[in-house]
């Protein structure tokens, strides 16, 4: 089985400020886990992933991901926040061998001006 | 290359009818999979396909049939719509693996009165 949290439906945040948009996961063996952005009106743009390696993963648009195993935990971080940054933002995981990912419920990421 | 395109963008059905929901990707992708958004939802599995000839079944399979004759194409078909199933519907395809990352189409959006 798999699944993943992501404990705050929205995060706001000063532009020009981190952010950090949270996700934990549960899975059998070793995790798989992605980040996806969707923008209004769009379907999910994929942003980076971790399959194996560093812990720390770049992504598109400066983004870059936390992998800590001992947390289960993939959480996406920007270190200068853009009001172009907010949208949709989904975690999803899968376990070795599963075809298909699951998904968190979303965060909605509000960057202030 | 197109990716992922999903047609109709908007549909509006009555309660009752049927329809299918077209989906086509141009990346030679095995895996092809079917989600709905709901608010506070986030995106739920409807049916998914591995290969030409094979479906299963997601986590919210009632109400929808599938099939994949072809590697490219993968139609969701709506038997006889509810208002329960108005949502935004979107196409993803991937490579096989468990690595691999979704490429979504840009959803359909689905009203039924």
Sequence with gaps: AQSVAQPEDQVNVAEGNPLTVKCTYSVSGNPYLFWYVQYPNRGLQFLLKYITGDNLVKGSYGFEAEFNKSQTSFHLKKPSALVSDSALYFCAVKSGGSYIPTFGRGTSLIVHP | ?113
């Excluded at chain 2, 895996?31 to 599995?45: H, I």
């Design chain 2, 1 to 113: 290359n197109a990716g992922v395109t999903q047609t109709p963008k908007f549909q509006v059905l009555k309660t009752g009818q049927s329809m299918t929901l077209q989906c086509a990707q141009d990346m030679n992708h095995e895996y092809m999979s079917w989600y709905r958004q709901d608010p506070g939802m986030g995106l739920r599995l409807i049916h998914y396909s591995v290969g030409a000839g094979i479906t299963d079944q997601g986590e919210v399979p009632n109400g929808y049939n599938v099939s994949r004759s072809t590697t490219e194409d993968f139609p969701l078909r709506l038997l006889s719509a509810a208002p329960s199933q108005t949502s935004v519907y979107f196409c993803a395809s991937s490579r096989q693996g468990s690595g691999t990352e979704a490429f979504f189409g840009q959803g359909t959006r689905l009203t039924v009165v």
